[in-house]
């Protein structure tokens, strides 16, 4: 059972209700995913600053950043094309509950597996979401779209949990991740549905 939740991921679906009330509120979830796309550009960066003794982390990371800038830019490209403006940042709720999952102290190693984790749970749940749009949404261009972040944003979430096991025993980091699992499932669980939101 284990085993089936690392290879599946997320133990609780999104809410049926959100997908539609976002094509509802595009706008409002564009500008949104704009900054979800910035934060985990400079999620990574911080990784590569924060452990820069830490090689393969350091190799796999560089591309990401780059990759999730470039996702930044294509959103931007989809609220140009509508008319829409960037707007201000709102506060991510679902990603400051999830912080407060990060277990501080103990080894280097120990700490960056924490925080590959949670960069895993963000990316499952952001390809998740994505996954709906695509399936969802009836602009044929944003459709698409979210295909192609879809695909991208599962190969990242599987490369966050492949270098936490590079750095910690394998038992270890699946015991961890199931319990995240369960976690990011309960945070789910009791967020409201947001119009405005990505997650």
Do not use: P
């Given at each position: 059972m284990e085993k089936e939740k690392f290879t599946l991921g997320l133990e609780l679906p999104t809410d049926p209700r959100w997908v539609n009330i976002a094509e509802k509120n595009i706008e409002d979830i564009l500008i949104d995913h704009a900054y979800c796309e910035q934060k985990a550009a400079s999620s990574c960066m911080s990784l590569i600053i924060n452990f820069p003794e830490m090689d393969e982390m350091v190799k796999v990371m560089t591309p990401v950043v780059a990759e999730e800038w470039s996702h930044f830019e294509r959103v931007l490209e989809q609220l140009d094309k509508r008319g829409y403006k960037l707007g201000?940042?709102?506060?991510?709720?679902?990603?400051s509950q999830l912080m407060k999952l990060e277990i501080?102290?103990?080894?280097?190693?120990?700490?960056?597996?924490?925080?590959?984790?949670?960069?895993?749970?963000?990316?499952?749940?952001?390809?998740?979401?994505?996954?709906?749009?695509?399936?969802?949404?009836?602009?044929?261009?944003?459709?698409?779209?979210?295909?192609?972040?879809?695909?991208?944003?599962?190969?990242?979430?599987?490369?966050?949990?492949k270098l936490a096991e590079s750095y910690q025993p394998k038992e270890d980091v699946r015991k961890r991740w199931a319990e995240l699992l369960e976690a990011e499932a309960e945070i789910m669980k009791n967020l409201e549905v947001r119009e405005d939101r990505l997650h």
């Open positions: 201000f940042q709102r506060k991510d709720e679902y990603v501080k102290g103990g080894s280097r190693k120990f700490q960056l597996m924490e925080k590959l984790l949670i960069n895993a749970l963000i990316e499952a749940r952001s390809c998740e979401r994505f996954k709906q749009l695509h399936l969802h949404i009836q602009d044929e261009e944003l459709k698409k779209f979210y295909y192609e972040l879809m695909v991208s944003e599962a190969g990242h979430y599987k490369n966050f949990l």
